[in-house]
């Protein structure tokens, strides 16, 4: 098992910046491909980033592409969201999952999810 803590979070203005956290604890975190999400109020939770175990396979939405970079550095297992040229849309509570059944978009893949962090974007 793996436990996974977001941190990071705040209020930042748009087209500022901001780096998520995910530190996990427990089983080799190398082992674990990594995705962030993001849950809006009133909306579903969406898939944002991935990365693979070795971290060198990634994976975005379309919505961030070209503006947030997932990386992770295993010898300190923990994984990074940096988002850049934040937008008010981007306003959600951001989590990070761990899985080891295979890699994916889908939440059903992430068998080990974080409590989240809140990211709020004023325009």
């Known amino acids: 098992q793996v436990q996974l803590v977001e941190s990071g979070g705040g209020l930042v203005q748009a087209g500022g910046s901001l780096r998520l956290s995910c530190t996990a604890s427990?089983?080799?975190?190398?082992?674990?491909?990594i995705g962030w999400f993001r849950q809006a109020p009133g909306k579903e939770r969406e898939f944002v980033a991935l990365?693979?175990?070795?971290?060198?396979?990634?994976y975005y939405a379309d919505s961030v592409k070209g503006r947030f970079t997932i990386s992770r550095d295993n010898a300190k297992s923990t994984a990074y969201l940096q988002m850049n040229w934040l937008k008010p849309e981007d306003t959600a509570v951001y989590f990070c999952?761990?899985?080891?059944?295979?890699?994916?978009?889908?939440?059903?893949?992430?068998?080990?999810w974080g409590q989240g962090t809140h990211i709020t974007v004023s325009s």
């Open positions: 427990g089983r080799a975190f190398s082992t674990y491909n």
């Open positions: 990365i693979s175990g070795s971290g060198g396979s990634t």
């Open positions: 999952a761990a899985s080891d059944l295979g890699t994916g978009t889908a939440r059903q893949f992430y068998n080990y």
